[in-house]
């Protein structure tokens, strides 16, 4: 399998990560009218082949370690279910997240969310596997915090009529931040459990865990949406345009991508979970990017909205490169 062979090809991977992580949501976008449980189902397809070709290519290469499907037969039960449990975790979450966004709008969401996710996935991470200069690691997560906290504040400012911040929101909000940093202890005890198997197949695993849990959880937001838009039946999915389904894969494929290198890169020497799961919940100023630069979203609003911008990338880029070194000092 290739892997990284030092540093500074570990912190590319990381950085890959973070924009894969923060670009898929745009394959959505490709899709106006179709519901996001339905893009759903096309969204776990394509992270499950995602994850079969990039085993059977960048995991089957290389000198290092076990060919991709050597790896999967030397996975040990145990590995498997700490993997697929960590699927389940995030795909619970991910789902529980854009429901939050349409209930209480990014403004509440996304500091509430994303802002636990990474405070919880960092601090759990690293007691996991300890790895990195604790005081640039977490002072670098407090930064990105920040910046997080002002994206938000950008979004509230722009938005006139945002959505009140109903109980609602902000519990599912909170729901899905709690899971979201908790799902990539579960894939770093898995990575960490012997005999090792690589992350090419824990990514296998992983997304198998994301497959099964979609079925349950997909078909009750579809009877049961919590965004309080009536209830979402199959004929919009067969009657959707083919574009859309494509779309759909695409966003769970890019999103793979992210996850496998990620996954790589926390197993590279000085590197850890901690480090590299902080590098890639940077996800979030990607998407902000995307937001501003590409399709406009701040155009005409309040000079106060683009100041707190400036001072996010500020922020963010002060936080990234903090941990950053934080493996080096």
């Not at 070709?53 to 279910?81: D, E, N, Q, Y």
Request: overall charge positive; proline content about 5%; hydrophobic content about 60%.
């Amino acid at each position: 399998m290739l892997l990284p062979a030092t540093y500074q090809a570990a912190l590319a991977l990381m950085i890959l990560s973070m924009i894969c992580w923060g670009s898929w949501a745009n394959t959505l976008k490709l899709c106006p009218g179709f519901r996001f449980q339905l893009f759903y189902w096309d969204y776990a397809l394509g992270l499950a082949l995602g994850a079969v070709a990039l085993g059977l290519t960048a995991g089957s290469l290389g000198h290092a370690g076990l060919p991709f499907v050597a790896a999967i037969a030397h996975t040990s039960h145990s590995a498997m279910l700490w993997a697929a449990a960590g699927g389940g975790v995030f795909n619970v979450a991910n789902l529980l997240l854009v429901a939050a966004i349409d209930v209480a709008g990014l403004a509440v969401a996304f500091p509430v969310g994303i802002g636990l996710a990474l405070i919880v996935g960092a601090v759990s991470s690293y007691l996991v596997s300890p790895a990195g200069n604790p005081f640039f690691l977490f002072g670098g997560v407090a930064l990105v915090t920040v910046a997080i906290l002002l994206d938000a504040a950008a979004y509230r400012k722009r938005e006139a009529a945002a959505p009140a911040a109903t109980t609602r929101g902000i519990l599912l909000s909170l729901i899905a931040g709690l899971l979201m940093g908790s799902f990539y202890p579960l894939v770093a005890h898995s990575l960490n459990t012997p005999p090792a198997a690589g992350p090419y197949a824990i990514s296998l695993f992983f997304a198998i865990g994301v497959l099964l849990s979609t079925i349950p959880a997909n078909l009750l937001l579809m009877a049961r949406p919590l965004d309080g838009k009536p209830p979402v039946g199959f004929a919009g999915y067969t009657s959707a345009a083919f574009g859309w389904h494509l779309a759909g894969i695409l966003g769970g494929a890019i999103w793979c991508v992210g996850a496998v290198a990620n996954f790589v890169a926390s197993g590279a020497h000085l590197v850890g979970p901690a480090v590299s799961y902080s590098i890639g919940q940077g996800a979030t100023m990607i998407s902000a990017c995307w937001g501003v630069f590409v399709w406009r979203e701040f155009a005409g609003a309040p000079r106060a909205a683009r100041t707190l911008l400036t001072f996010m990338f500020i922020f963010f880029l002060l936080g990234l490169g903090a941990v950053a070194l934080a493996p080096l000092v």
